[in-house]
Structures are given as structure tokens and as C-alpha cells.
């Protein structure tokens, strides 16, 4: 419930809160992930929809996400003057996804239901993701509408170049649920989100996949596009953390998901990957290992490009293993955090396997994921398993990449004050 005193709600809620103001757009069924994403960073959403909204995602859908009663007309909940006290009592909006039409409301000052009347009244920053096929994105009306609200301080996120309604494609995709999430938080980095736990930690975070050259054009690879190792990051330093990400081969479209207050180190092989992170160890509280790490790689690479009809045999050779030998040369206090990515065999199950690798690790916790071809591997939601040295479980949680890292950072947290 909304309170009628913004001094009230700043007792009785501690939390930020942010006003997700919803409009009528295929991309709305993407936004209760972002409602997820901002609640598991401690923040409170209060949704409004616009009509037009709720034809695409019902009320019921927005309150169960959000935990609060939703609104839509300035004529609903009258006796606490609902229209006003919307836009008084959160610290940021966010429109997502924004419509060409709310779009242009807003830049006109038009208030014809709640949420444009909520914009009016808000006096904290507006962050608008829009949503619309390219046509209207780039049309002259919208194009001056977006450049009046940027000159108010309304910020953008994005519109990104993608897959639209049907078989369109182009400019005017609305970012993806993580991205929207991240830039809140980073807008709101500076006031009063969440605590600083971590304030003083300097963290080296590896993350991506690295790659083993066979010749000139190819290489040994792997499925990890580094979107966990950058949700840990981003995590880490929004609570306060001093962030080296050690970035093995991450496309460019997952590293501007990156906070821009994160280090970065670029890597390619196992051993470039392993002189950084031994390097970097020396100064570091944290070292979280989630790289996907190549077990091996080819003993002497060809200098020219493999033509067809040669020689095609390889002669493969074990890798070090960076983990186990950041483990027997930790420091007192230093915590080493692995990652082991596993699938079952007729032997065991991909848990066990788990258990398994991290009493002979060494390190100090272990996250555990199954992982396949529609799992584990890129944006999709994962379960891990976090355990200790000696195998035992700690913590389960399930959610995207940047649920996860939450928990994972907690773990993190709790193990260096236990």
C-alpha cells in the first residue's frame, strides 16, 4: 500500500522504490523479469499500466510480481489521492516499455491516466526503454519528442536492433529484462541502494570462455558466453566492492551489461587467463573462478592455416589447472570461489560430480550448475548448488543470471564473517 507521507514510507520501507510504469506493447511479457531482477536487489516496484497495458499482461500478473495492489485510472483510490502520492513516494521511474504514444504524452505533459499523471509529479529521475518498430522509432515526431525528454534529464535505454513483432527486424527492440535492471541500479548507484557490504573488498572475477588456437582461423572453445561472470561483477560492485573482471572472450553485446565502475583485463588462453588471475591474486580478498576454462590445449599449433587433405591428427595437452593452484597458494583470509560447470554419466549425477570436484579443488566454495544444450549456457535462467571444500551445500537458488549472482555474492559474504 502506498502511504499517504513520503517521511512514513522512508520508516516503514527502507527500501528504494521505483515506479515501473507499463505500456501497451508486445514487450511487456518481458517485464516481470525486470520486476525480478530489481526486487532481488532489495527494491520495491510499484507497477502501473497504462489500458492499453493490461490487454497484453493482466493486473493480477503485475501484483502477484510486484506484492503491491495495482492502479490504473486517477480516479481509483481516491481517499489516499492515489494519482498524486504515486509519483511522490518512489525514488525513480522507470517506463518499460515505453510506446511511441506515452512516449509523446509525456513530452507534451499529457496526463490522461495514472501513469503520465504520475510522471508529472515525480520528482526523482525518469528512465524510459522503448519499444516500437523501427519506422516509428526513427520518425521525425518521436525522434524530436525523445530528444525534448533528454534535455529534461530522461534517460534511454536503448532501443536495441533485433527480432520485432512478426517477421520485422530492426531498430526499436526493446533491451533486454538485465539490461533495464542494471541500468536502474546504476542510476540509483549513488543514493540509496542497498547496503555497501562489500565496501573495501577488492574481488578479481574471471568470466567468458577461452580459446586454444589450432591454427590461424580456429580454435578450442566453449559454450560460455560470460553473462554470469558479469552478473557477479555488476553485483559485486553495486555493494561496494573494488571489480577486476578478467574478461576471456566476451562478446561486446554482453560486456555493455557491465557496470562501468568494473576493471577490465582482457584474456584469450588458459594461460594468459591463469598469469592474470595468479597476478592478480596478490592484492585480492576475492577470486572468483566462473571462466570456463579449457581442459586442454594443442601442443603446437600450426603456424599456417590446416588445408584440407593434411594432416588432421591433433595432439592435445592438459591445460593447468588455475583453480586448484589458486587454492594451495591462497593467502590468510583469502577466499577462492570456483565454479563447476557438470553433466551426469552412468557413474554419478551432475551434483555428485560436483561434490565431487570441489574436495579436490581446494577452493573455498564451489557453484555447482548443470549444464546441457538448452541449459546453463547463455541469457537463460539457471539453478546452482552452492557447496563448501568439503562438498556439503551451503545454499540452492534459481533465477536468471543476476538472481543468481545475488546469491552467490550472499554466500561469498557470509563465508568471510562466519
Do not use: C
Not at 566453449?222 to 555488476?234: K, V
Not at 563447476?340 to 561434490?355: I, M, N, S, V
Not at 546452482?384 to 537458488?397: Q, Y
Amino acid at each position: 500500500m502506498i502511504s499517504q507521507a513520503g517521511d512514513d514510507r522512508v520508516s516503514e520501507n527502507p527500501m528504494p522504490r521505483v515506479l515501473l510504469g507499463v505500456t501497451g506493447g508486445i514487450a511487456a511479457y518481458k517485464v516481470p523479469a525486470v520486476i525480478r531482477g530489481l526486487r532481488a536487489r532489495g527494491i520495491d516496484v510499484v507497477v502501473v499500466p497504462t489500458p492499453e497495458a493490461l490487454k497484453f499482461v493482466g493486473k493480477t500478473t503485475w501484483e502477484a510480481i510486484s506484492g503491491h495492489p495495482v492502479h490504473v485510472h486517477t480516479t481509483e483510490g481516491a481517499e489516499e489521492v492515489v494519482h498524486v502520492r504515486t509519483g511522490q513516494d518512489v525514488d525513480l521511474v522507470l517506463i518499460a516499455p515505453a510506446t511511441a504514444n506515452t512516449i509523446a504524452k509525456v513530452a507534451a505533459g499529457i496526463a490522461d491516466n495514472l501513469l503520465t499523471a504520475s510522471v508529472l509529479m515525480a520528482t526523482g529521475p525518469v528512465l524510459m526503454a522503448p519499444a516500437m518498430h523501427t519506422e516509428m522509432w526513427n520518425n521525425a515526431a518521436t525522434q524530436a519528442n525523445v530528444d525534448t525528454l533528454g534535455e529534461r534529464g530522461v534517460e534511454f535505454i536503448g532501443p536495441e536492433s533485433g527480432q520485432l513483432t512478426g517477421t520485422d527486424s530492426g531498430l526499436g527492440r526493446m533491451s533486454e529484462p538485465e539490461a533495464i535492471v542494471e541500468a536502474v541500479l546504476r542510476r540509483l548507484a549513488n543514493d540509496r541502494v542497498g547496503a555497501s557490504d562489500l565496501a573495501g573488498t577488492r574481488m578479481v572475477i574471471s568470466a567468458g570462455g577461452t580459446r586454444e588456437p589450432i591454427d590461424p582461423v580456429r580454435y578450442i572453445a566453449n559454450r560460455s558466453t560470460g553473462r554470469m561472470g558479469i552478473a557477479l561483477a555488476n553485483e559485486a560492485a553495486r555493494r561496494g566492492a573494488e571489480v577486476h573482471l578478467v574478461a576471456a572472450n566476451i562478446d561486446d553485446s554482453v560486456m555493455s551489461l557491465l557496470a562501468q565502475d568494473v576493471h577490465i583485463i582482457p584474456v584469450i588462453t588458459v594461460l594468459e587467463l591463469q598469469d592474470v588471475m595468479e597476478e592478480m591474486s596478490g592484492k585480492a580478498d576475492v577470486l572468483v573462478m566462473s571462466a570456463a576454462v579449457s581442459d586442454f590445449r594443442v601442443d603446437a599449433s600450426a603456424q599456417n592455416k590446416i588445408k584440407r587433405g593434411a594432416d588432421l591428427t591433433l595432439k592435445l595437452i592438459e591445460n593447468p589447472d588455475i583453480l586448484a593452484g589458486l587454492a594451495r597458494a591462497r593467502r590468510s583470509k583469502q577466499t577462492i570461489v570456483g565454479f563447476a560447470a557438470e553433466t551426469g554419466d552412468e557413474t554419478a549425477d551432475y551434483l555428485e560430480h560436483g561434490r565431487q570436484k570441489a574436495r579436490r579443488k581446494g577452493a573455498d566454495l564451489l557453484v555447482i550448475n548443470q549444464v546441457g544444450a538448452q541449459s546453463g549456457f547463455g541469457n537463460v535462467d539457471t539453478a546452482v548448488t552452492i557447496v563448501d571444500g568439503a562438498g556439503s551445500t551451503l545454499a540452492e537458488t534459481t533465477g536468471s543470471k543476476a538472481d543468481v549472482a545475488v546469491a552467490i555474492i550472499d554466500a561469498i559474504k557470509e563465508f568471510r564473517t562466519s
